[in-house]
């Protein structure tokens, strides 16, 4: 099936009554990773996304069945993740893209070597026709990817490998960092937090603010100590100037 075809399937209109009767189910009760290896990349490629792109219409989703085909319900993937771009952001039950009028801009599957054949052939071959621009494989486990991670990007109607780890699309650099994806804005080089780092530096940050509080509460303690001893000593002198002027003396006198 080539995209022409598939486009031309994905925009024929079921009639109303036809199209309402039409079940397009948002779970098949299958596992959602195949390992709990395979399940934190995914939550954390996911989560990292989503802080990198709010503010931006976009959106990024997480094993959602992603419908391609209206009044086909049988047709239909489920990417481990896939970032939207030109969409309202939030989540969705399931993603078709006759309603959304975008396919996704990127996917991502974390894929083992139970999944190779069906990851690099079929969903390969599926997101090319419907002009996904870039397909990521990542192999959390180093099963059968050299390097853990591959990928491609659209060119014309075809996938070519990605040389130099960017991502156009989301303008990130990307590598593969033990078990996780490590994601680096173009921009500045800067590292996107993954959840657990992001924690830690909300809590530092956190106890630096508690700590400079604190600080700057002491310093207000100290100062005002200074200015009541300052204020005792102005008196007690302004007293022994008096004891002076009752003896005679004139404490003002050169």
Do not use: C
Not at 49 to 71: C, H, I, K, P, W
Not at 81 to 98: A, C, H, L, Q
Request: proline share 5%; aromatic share 10%; net charge negative.
């Amino acid at each position: 099936m080539n995209r022409e075809t598939l486009w031309r399937i994905a925009v024929t209109a079921a009639s109303p009554q036809i199209e309402a009767e039409i079940d397009y189910p948002s779970s098949d009760g299958e596992p959602v990773a195949e390992s709990f290896v395979h399940l934190y990349a995914l939550l954390v490629t996911l989560e990292v996304l989503l802080q990198y792109l709010e503010g931006q219409r976009a959106t990024v989703l997480g094993n959602q069945f992603l419908y391609y085909a209206q009044g086909f319900p049988r047709l239909r993937v489920a990417p481990d993740v896939m970032v939207i771009f030109n969409v309202e952001p939030g989540g969705r039950d399931s993603y078709k893209t006759w309603e959304e009028g975008e396919v996704p801009a990127v996917v991502f599957e974390m894929t083992s070597k139970g999944t190779r054949e069906q990851d690099q052939v079929f969903k390969k071959t599926l997101y090319e026709q419907m002009g996904v621009q870039e397909y990521w494989l990542f192999d959390p486990k180093g099963e059968w990817i050299e390097g853990q991670l591959r990928g491609y990007r659209l060119r014309g109607e075809t996938y070519e490998p990605i040389a130099d780890g960017r991502s156009e699309p989301l303008k990130l650099r990307l590598q593969a960092e033990g078990q996780l994806i490590g994601f680096y804005r173009e921009d500045t080089g800067e590292r996107l937090l993954i959840p657990t780092e992001l924690a830690a530096s909300l809590k530092q940050e956190t106890l630096a603010r508690q700590q400079a509080e604190q600080q700057a509460e002491q310093a207000q303690q100290r100062a005002e100590q200074e200015q009541q001893r300052a204020e005792q000593a102005e008196a007690q002198l302004e007293q022994l100037k008096e004891r002076l002027r009752q003896a005679g003396i004139d404490p003002d006198a050169g």
